[in-house]
């Protein structure tokens, strides 16, 4: 009788998924061929899932089954040339995820935030908690950056301030990431690897080494790895992250990931209102007497603008 075990994927690449399992050494498995043989619409299988494995006469491992993801984080993929007019595949980078921690710093380089904002929309889209970071807190002698982030504290985002020079904000980090399936993510130089190896030495370096070997070319294999933590829990850091697409997203719908600007739509004089020009706009009204922060607003309206684009270039 073949034996079957039940699992959690820890590393997926190029079609081979390490297993790990409660009690026995990692499986290295592949896909059953009967669960690849229709066109999916999204990563049959991913990091963080958990699945049901068949054992192999060699010690390798048959993927016979996926359950059902709590959670995603994900990236669109283009679909193949000859279905040119059909949506875009899902990517998905990690499964069963609980949190992502958007690490910016405040120099060395400087903190992009319109990129924090993409990112912020991604996680709103997937439904997942997001938590700033803000490293390099003590190269922020006048507050001057802080002050900047303080919006995004405003509109509910947890921000947290690091610094591996003095310290500040490692212990806080490593209680959020307790017991967790946390994805990092942010700019090269922002400081990822030396917050992993005060939480925990060693582990900022293997996260990369990783995440160099997965992004030297267009031609590399990218891949997610989930690296566990000693106290518990798991963190992962996705190469793929930071080009993220925001899949499946029509641009008429952005204003619903911007968790200030959504509540105010419904008071649009429009149903289609695009918050740029029509008359009896809520969302205009709240910027100007300050309910809405004027740069959350330029986000919204260039990260729409950008999505009309595309939305352009594909139809």
């Known amino acids: 009788m073949v034996e079957k075990l039940d699992g959690r994927i820890i590393?997926?690449?190029?079609?081979?998924y390490t297993v790990e399992i409660e009690g026995r050494?990692?499986?290295?498995?592949?896909i059953a061929g009967r669960l690849k043989q229709e066109w999916q619409s999204s990563t049959l299988v991913a990091a963080g899932d958990w699945v049901t494995i068949s054992l192999n006469a060699d010690g390798t491992g048959t993927v016979e089954a996926v359950a059902k993801r709590k959670s995603v984080l994900s990236r669109s993929r283009p679909a193949p040339a000859f279905r040119k007019m059909a949506a875009d595949q899902e990517q998905v980078l990690v499964?069963?995820?609980?949190?992502?921690?958007?690490?910016?710093?405040?120099?060395?380089?400087?903190s992009n935030l319109r990129k924090l904002d993409r990112f912020l929309v991604v996680a709103e889209m997937n439904e997942l908690p997001a938590i700033i970071c803000l490293n390099k807190i003590d190269l922020d002698k006048k507050g001057?950056?802080?002050?900047?982030f303080q919006m995004y504290a405003d509109i509910g985002y947890p921000v947290l301030h690091t610094s591996t020079h003095t310290g500040e904000g490692v212990a806080e980090l490593k209680k959020l990431?307790?017991?967790k399936i946390s994805v990092l993510a942010g700019s090269s130089g922002v400081g990822k690897s030396s917050l992993l190896n005060a939480i925990q030495p060693g582990l900022g370096l293997k996260v990369n080494q990783v995440s160099k070997a997965t992004g030297k070319g267009l031609h590399t294999t990218r891949y997610a790895e989930l690296f566990p933590l000693n106290d518990g829990g798991y963190v992962a850091d996705t190469p793929g992250i930071r080009g993220l697409a925001l899949f499946d997203l029509e641009p008429t719908e952005m204003d619903a990931y911007f968790?200030?600007?959504a509540p105010f739509v419904e008071d649009c004089q429009f149903s289609d209102c695009s918050h740029r020009h029509e008359p009896g706009c809520a969302v205009k009204a709240a910027?100007?007497?300050?309910?809405?922060?004027?740069?959350?607003y330029e986000s919204y309206l260039r990260l729409r603008e950008e999505h009309e684009a595309l939305d352009e270039e594909n139809y």
């Open 95 to 110: 499964a069963n995820l609980d949190q992502v921690i958007f690490v910016f710093s405040v120099k060395n380089p400087t």
């Open 25 to 30: 050494e990692p499986v290295v498995a592949q």
């Open 144 to 148: 001057k950056v802080q002050e900047q």
């Open 11 to 16: 590393k997926a690449i190029s079609g081979f």
């Open 287 to 296: 910027v100007q007497d300050g309910r809405i922060h004027p740069a959350r």
């Open 259 to 261: 968790r200030e600007i």
């Open 177 to 179: 990431l307790h017991d």
